[in-house]
């Protein structure tokens, strides 16, 4: 497990210890505020000081919520709302995201101390889906430059690994910036996701990238991996403390 904490942030990326089947508690109908009486969400709450947690039904798309309160989230229902992204100014309100394979990205801005967690698998990368949790940083919070804005990205597959087919490698290279992202091995191709994305929010004007924490799940048996048959999910979450 990956913890990182500031006066302002709350970060926590998970390892297969603490990993759990969405499916579990999209049967169980949990609201945020009995996410976090549940294990290994319980855990996790105490970890980042959360009140109340949020997951989405991910979709492999571009869409999201924002999300301005802890009240408001009481209104989504966690791994039932559909969605890919989560947008946040709620104190203590933690948002996440679960993979296997795919980027965790959390996003902050400091000064008007707005958070985001994003899940970016190839298509929702291809989509824009990073752009757009930024574009609704800037529309519901105010966060007018994303200059100030830090982005950390957590275990998900790497080019060591990430082998991809024609039709996904035709898509990747349409964008300027595509080749770099690909390497070629005894003429298999192998993808980098987070690097590609990073080129994405470098195009956005962000320059504070963090790659400590983007470990490669497929190559690492310390996470879940899809591209290793693992059903379960590694947890990305995130929380605003001030």
Not at 21 to 38: A, C, D, G, M, V
Request: aromatic residues 12%; contains cysteine.
């Amino acid at each position: 497990m990956f913890v990182f904490s500031n006066k302002s942030i709350n970060i926590c990326f998970t390892d297969k210890l603490h990993s759990i089947y969405p499916e579990n508690f999209r049967q169980k109908k949990y609201s945020s505020k009995n996410l976090i009486k549940t294990e290994p969400l319980a855990c996790l709450a105490s970890k980042i000081c959360s009140e109340a947690m949020l997951f989405l039904y991910q979709q492999h798309g571009d869409q999201g919520f924002a999300v301005s309160s802890i009240k408001q989230a009481k209104n989504i229902k966690p791994f039932i709302a559909k969605g890919d992204y989560i947008v946040t100014s709620a104190k203590n309100l933690a948002i996440g995201v679960v993979t296997a394979d795919c980027v965790p990205l959390i996003l902050f801005e400091p000064y008007k101390n707005v958070l985001a967690v994003v899940h970016a698998g190839w298509r929702g990368a291809a989509m824009g889906i990073c752009q757009k949790a930024l574009k609704t940083m800037a529309e519901e919070f105010g966060c007018s430059s994303f200059k100030n804005v830090s982005a950390f990205f957590g275990p998900s597959a790497r080019s060591c690994c990430y082998e991809i087919k024609k039709d996904v490698l035709d898509k990747i290279m349409k964008f300027s910036f595509g080749k770099k992202t690909i390497k070629r091995r005894d003429n298999l191709y192998f993808f980098d996701n987070p690097l590609f994305i990073s080129y994405q929010l470098q195009q956005m004007g962000i320059n504070s990238i963090d790659f400590s924490y983007c470990v490669c799940t497929i190559c690492s048996k310390n996470f879940c991996s899809h591209r290793r048959g693992d059903k379960k999910r590694n947890i990305s979450i995130a929380c605003l403390t001030t």
